[in-house]
């Protein structure tokens, strides 16, 4: 059951500020994350303050250098159906697009996707665990066929978002506002692994806002693409997900940025793979090369050992699709 909770809908960046101030307060965006957090007594706000009305929050924007401005309340519907982000960022577009049901996408947020909680069946469950304060991360000697095969160690959760490996891959940047003022972080450092803090998924402070992410323009011969696997073909979380972004120079590779989703406690970056392209043809042999690079490193649990080879599949399936342009 939903607890007794009060509600506040201010009209300005600076009245969210403040009534963030107070710690029993949270931040509702679409509330389809929180409210099941709510529900699961994960979250336990005393008053929720609604983004719905903050201007400076709002709006996606193509600036003439081509780069987007995206508030943090713009809807994933919205994004995944723009023509411009389709067009040159559709990694993003692509994203947005899979996230959840129609519902979810028109009702559900950018901001609200990147900072959701995991989705960790201990961690929404009965159980102390680690990421709620307690000694133990339950899915390491329990079930953990949704859960980590990169990055683990202290939680072995994996990061839900579709979105964040995207704006990692397109190296996008995020404007935070906070009781201390703005700061911007790249959003390849918004993300706190659990060796660095079990507690928390992001850099955010208490009371600090995400109020919008700057995606750079996309260079002359640049690709980019979002795919994933689900258990449920209709609408479900990724057990893989992975976000490519490149730069060619004729059939050669410039860059590459290559990051995962759904294997590991944060988007994770695969510099291994990003290695194996750049330099490179896209051919047979790089994305083979890229696929294997890929799990470098993987330690998969009892049972999720499926998700090594499911990458490699991902990550070969969308950089053939690349490749095909
Ligand atoms: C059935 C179901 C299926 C789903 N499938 C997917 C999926 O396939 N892929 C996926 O990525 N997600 C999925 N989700 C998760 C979630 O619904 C989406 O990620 C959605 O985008 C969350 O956005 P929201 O605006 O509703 O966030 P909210 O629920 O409003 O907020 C989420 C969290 O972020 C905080 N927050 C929100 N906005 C801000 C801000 N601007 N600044 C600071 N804090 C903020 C809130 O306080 C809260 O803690 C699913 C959810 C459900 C219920």
């Given at each position: 059951m939903l607890p007794a909770f009060a509600y506040a809908r201010p009209g300005s960046l600076r009245e969210a500020l403040d009534l963030l101030k107070d710690a029993a307060s949270a931040p509702l965006a679409g509330g389809t994350d929180l409210q099941g957090c709510m529900?699961?007594?994960?979250?336990?706000?005393?008053?929720?303050v609604s983004l719905a009305a903050v201007p400076e929050l709002r709006g996606?924007?193509?600036?003439?250098?081509?780069?987007?401005?995206?508030?943090a309340a713009t809807p994933l519907a919205e994004l995944a159906a723009h023509p411009a982000v389709r067009q040159r960022h559709a990694a993003l577009a692509r994203a947005a697009a899979s996230?959840?049901?129609?519902?979810?996408?028109?009702q559900g947020t950018l901001g609200g996707n990147l900072l959701q909680r995991p989705r960790c069946w201990y961690?929404?469950?009965?159980?102390?665990?680690?990421?709620?304060?307690?000694?133990?991360?339950y899915a390491q000697d329990g079930r953990n066929a949704r859960h980590a095969i990169l990055g683990g160690g202290r939680c072995v959760m994996v990061h839900p978002s579709d979105t964040a490996p995207a704006l990692v891959a397109l190296d996008a940047v995020v404007q935070l506002a906070g009781p201390r003022g703005a700061r911007r972080v790249p959003a390849g450092e918004l993300f706190v692994g659990p060796e660095r803090d079990v507690r928390r998924e992001t850099v955010l402070?208490?009371?600090?806002?995400?109020?919008?992410v700057l995606v750079p323009a996309a260079p002359p011969g640049?690709?980019?693409?979002?795919?994933?696997?689900?258990?449920?073909?209709?609408f479900d979380f990724a057990l893989v997900g992975a976000a490519?972004?490149?730069?060619?120079?004729?059939?050669s590779v410039e860059r590459a940025r290559v990051v995962l989703g759904g294997v590991a406690p944060l988007p994770w970056r695969s510099r291994p793979a990003e290695q194996a392209l750049e330099g490179r043809a896209l051919d047979e042999g790089s994305l083979a090369a890229a696929a294997e690079a890929a799990v470098a490193g993987a330690d998969p649990l009892a049972e999720n050992g499926y998700k090594v080879a499911m990458t490699r599949?991902?990550?070969?399936?969308?950089?053939?699709?690349?490749?095909?342009?």
């Open positions: 529900e699961d007594g994960v979250a336990r706000p005393a008053r929720l996606l924007e193509v600036r003439p250098d081509g780069s987007l401005r995206i508030g996230v959840g049901s129609p519902q979810l996408r028109n961690f929404r469950g009965d159980f102390p665990c680690a990421r709620k304060g307690g000694g133990t991360c402070a208490p009371g600090e806002l995400l109020v919008e640049a690709r980019s693409g979002y795919d994933k696997a689900r258990a449920r073909g209709s490519v972004a490149l730069v060619l120079r004729g059939r599949g991902i990550v070969q399936r969308l950089l053939a699709s690349l490749a095909a342009g």
